[in-house]
């Protein structure tokens, strides 16, 4: 369970490179995106996959193997500035914030626990950096540091 829970912070990192709201393109972060592992840092094992689809509209939807080898799929489409479900993750919720076409802030709630994190675009458009600050299940604090490149 332990395993299971420090992957998801990383695993909501594919959502959050979704940046925009309905009716806010996607920009620079659209298009598909899959973890580099030798130059990213997580709290524990990270997933044997991840992949990041983000649609043109800011959709996402993240496909993913855990450490452990199971197979999930999730997504969701971000409101700018307003918390929305996760689907396929149970009681996890996300407030986009825009701040520039290079920059998303995310606030989460996982399971009543807050955490918060960013998304920066590289200004070739060809690498993500996500970091991501909050509470494990165990109450202690987590970091990560996530590269996603684009595919």
Not at 5 to 26: I, Q
Request: glycine share 10%.
């Amino acid at each position: 369970m332990k395993k299971s829970f420090l992957l998801l912070p990383f695993s909501l990192f594919a959502v959050s490179l979704a940046v925009g709201a309905a009716g806010m393109p996607a920009g620079g972060f659209a298009g598909t995106w899959s973890a580099n592992f030798t130059k990213s840092k997580f709290p524990g094992p990270p997933p044997k996959v991840d992949l990041c689809i983000i649609d043109a509209d800011g959709t996402v939807t993240v496909k993913e193997t855990t450490s452990e080898g199971k197979d999930v799929t999730w997504h969701y489409t971000p409101v700018d500035g307003q918390p929305v479900s996760i689907v396929g993750r149970e009681n996890t919720t996300v407030t986009v914030h825009k701040v520039n076409a290079h920059t998303i802030e995310h606030t989460w709630n996982i399971e009543g626990r807050a955490a918060k994190s960013s998304s920066v675009l590289s200004d070739d458009g060809k690498t993500t950096v996500f970091t991501m600050d909050g509470t494990g299940k165990d109450g202690k604090p987590f970091h990560e540091m996530v590269v996603y490149d684009k595919q």
